[in-house]
C-alpha cells in the first residue's frame, strides 16, 4: 500500500539530508557533484548525498570530496537502486567500500492498537534521564550488556542533547525498575522515527512493539501528515515493521565509505 501523499513525502524525506539545519548543528551546501553536509561539531561527519555523476566521473569526484572534506572518511549516499547499479562498482573500483542499504517507510492504513505488555511503563525523556536513554541504545545496538565506552558515551550524549534542545524527541521503557528500551523522533507534521532498540535481555517480549504502536498511534492523534522509519531493508526488524503498517517505500539509499590515502 502507498500513503497518500507518497510523491510529496517522497520528497520531503530526500530533503531531510539535503539542507542545513542550524538547530541540530548540520551545514548543507550543493556542489557540482550533490550535496554535501557535516555536523558543525563533528569533523568527521562528512556526507555526500550524490545529485549528479556518472561512473566516469568518480575520480574527480572523489577528489573534490577529498578537498572538500579536509582528506577525512566520507559518508557516500547513492539514491535508487538502479543508479546504484550503474555507479557503485565504479566507486568500489575507486577504492570506496559498500555498506548497507537504508530503506524510508511511510505508515499506511489504519491507526495500530496501542499494545500494553504487563509491567512495562513508557515516560519521555527529560534532560535530567538523557543518560538513560543514551546507555541503553548503545548496548542495544551492540547487542551487547558490556558497558560502552566512555568515548562513545560522551559523543552519544552530546548528539542527543542538541537534538533534544530542538526537534528531537525520546521515549524510555523501563520493565519494573529497569530500563529495557528506547525511541527516538523527530517531531513535525512528518514524524521520523530514527532509533529503536531493547537491550538484550528483554527482547521477544514486545517492549519495542509498545514504543512503536504508542508513537504511531499518538502521531494520528496529533494530527501528523505521516510517520516515516528507517531501517536496513535485509534486517529482521523489517519484517514487522511491516505488520504494523510500515508498507510505502520512501526513499532507499545505498551507503558507501571513502577514506582518502593519506599523502
Known amino acids: 500500500m502507498r500513503h497518500p501523499e507518497h510523491d510529496r513525502l517522497r520528497e520531503e524525506v530526500r530533503s531531510w539530508y539535503r539542507t542545513s539545519i542550524p538547530e541540530l548543528g548540520y551545514h548543507a551546501e550543493q556542489r557540482r557533484f550533490g550535496s554535501y553536509r557535516r555536523h558543525a561539531e563533528d569533523p568527521d561527519s562528512g556526507l555526500i548525498v550524490v545529485d549528479n555523476l556518472s561512473p566516469d566521473e568518480v575520480p574527480e569526484f572523489l577528489a573534490d570530496a577529498n578537498s572538500y572534506f579536509d582528506n577525512r572518511v566520507v559518508n557516500i549516499w547513492i539514491e535508487a537502486q538502479k543508479t546504484d547499479a550503474t555507479l557503485g562498482p565504479a566507486l568500489v573500483a575507486a577504492g570506496a567500500s559498500k555498506l548497507k542499504a537504508n530503506v524510508h517507510l511511510a505508515h499506511v492504513g489504519l491507526r495500530p492498537e496501542r499494545f500494553h505488555p504487563t509491567g512495562v511503563t513508557i515516560e519521555r525523556v527529560t534532560a535530567n534521564t538523557l543518560m538513560d536513554y543514551v546507555l541503553v541504545k548503545l548496548k542495544g545496538f551492540a547487542s551487547s550488556e558490556d558497558a560502552p565506552p566512555v568515548e562513545e558515551v560522551e559523543e552519544e550524549l552530546a548528539v542527543r542533547q542538541s537534538e533534544l534542545a530542538s526537534i528531537g524527541r525520546f521515549l524510555i521503557a523501563r520493565v519494573g525498575d529497569e530500563r529495557a528500551a528506547i ?59 511491516r505488520r504494523i503498517g510500515f508498507t510505502d517505500e520512501v526513499h532507499w539509499r545505498r551507503n558507501y565509505l571513502f577514506a582518502a590515502k593519506k599523502p
Open 183 to 241: 525511541l527516538g523522533y523527530y517531531d513535525g507534521s512528518d514524524r521520523l522515527i530514527f532509533n529503536l532498540a531493547t537491550r538484550m535481555p528483554f527482547r521477544m517480549g514486545g517492549v519495542a512493539r509498545h514504543l512503536l504502536c504508542q508513537v504511531v498511534a499518538d502521531s494520528y492523534e496529533q494530527g501528523c501528515s505521516s510517520v516515516v522509519i528507517n531501517t536496513d531493508p535485509s534486517d529482521t526488524p523489517i519484517g514487522w515493521y
